[in-house]
């Protein structure tokens, strides 16, 4: 009964159940009905009539309400449905000065492995009637650096310099490897005692207005 359903969360943010289901439903109900369910620790669950459903929902995105991101994914059989579980989110990027023997779907596929793994793409780029930029949708792990530019080898020898620009940057811990919250943010980061760092007190630990 779950196999056509989408899991998200907004990152960074909390929205009211009611909030979401009038927004979500009112922008993805050209593709058929959609039942918005609350999850747990702040997930909703999207279940769809057919899968055709979903893939429209994740090739259109990025989705937003609010201002904050929808981290979209996926239901699996045995997945968590916590915040933590999603060490990996989908991510729209904008390439450019892709090699045109490349802007095929494996072509790009190769691109965007120096990133993550290719999900899919926006029908302008499936089409190939605009080149000046790729915009595709890539699985990214929390530890990526998000590079704005890396190199690929062309079919000649010859390496290509990408330029990358993402749509969205998604804020991601290096601590927990998650999303949803950035490192400075982390409740495992050890925080410094602001009287230390600014030298107040005296070696025996006493405050010297004290003495």
């Given at each position: 009964?779950w196999?056509?359903?989408?899991?998200?969360?907004?990152?960074?943010?909390?929205i009211?159940?009611?909030?979401?289901?009038?927004?979500?439903e009112k922008?993805?109900?050209?593709?058929?009905?959609?039942q918005?369910?609350?999850?747990?620790?702040?997930?909703?669950?999207?279940?769809?009539?057919?899968?055709?459903?979903?893939?429209?929902?994740?090739s259109?995105?990025?989705?937003?309400?609010?201002?904050?991101y929808?981290?979209?994914?996926?239901?699996?059989e045995?997945m968590?449905?916590?915040?933590?579980?999603?060490?990996?989110?989908?991510?729209?990027?904008?390439?450019t000065n892709?090699?045109?023997?490349?802007?095929?779907r494996?072509?790009l596929?190769y691109?965007?492995?120096?990133?993550?793994?290719?999900?899919?793409m926006?029908?302008?780029?499936?089409?190939?009637?605009?080149?000046?930029?790729?915009?595709?949708?890539?699985?990214?792990?929390?530890?990526?650096?998000?590079?704005?530019?890396?190199?690929?080898?062309?079919?000649?020898?010859?390496?290509?310099?990408?330029?990358?620009?993402?749509?969205?940057?998604?804020?991601?811990?290096?601590?927990?490897?998650?999303?949803?919250?950035?490192?400075?943010?982390?409740?495992?980061?050890?925080?410094?005692?602001?009287?230390?760092?600014?030298?107040?007190?005296?070696s025996?630990?006493?405050?010297?207005?004290?003495?």
């Open positions: 009964m196999s056509n359903t989408l899991v998200g969360y907004f990152v960074g943010k909390r009211p159940f009611k909030i979401v289901k009038e927004n979500l922008k993805w109900r050209k593709w058929g009905s959609v918005v369910i609350s999850g747990v620790n702040g997930n909703f669950l999207f279940r769809f009539s057919n899968n055709t459903s979903c893939d429209l929902v994740l259109n995105g990025p989705w937003e309400v609010w201002g904050a929808l981290a979209l994914r996926r239901w699996e045995g968590s449905l916590c915040k933590d579980s999603f060490s990996s989110i989908s991510v729209w990027v904008k390439v892709v090699p045109l023997e490349l802007w095929t494996p072509g596929s691109i965007a492995s120096a990133l993550g793994v290719l999900l899919c926006d029908a302008a780029t499936a089409a190939g009637n605009r080149l000046s930029f790729a915009q595709v949708c890539v699985e990214m792990k929390a530890h990526s650096s998000f590079p704005h530019s890396f190199k690929v080898r062309r079919r000649s020898g010859i390496l290509a310099d990408i330029q990358v620009k993402y749509v969205w940057n998604p804020s991601a811990c290096s601590v927990c490897k998650v999303f949803d919250h950035s490192s400075k943010q982390c409740h495992l980061v050890e925080r410094k005692d602001p009287a230390a760092q600014t030298g107040i007190g005296t025996d630990g006493q405050d010297p207005l004290t003495k």
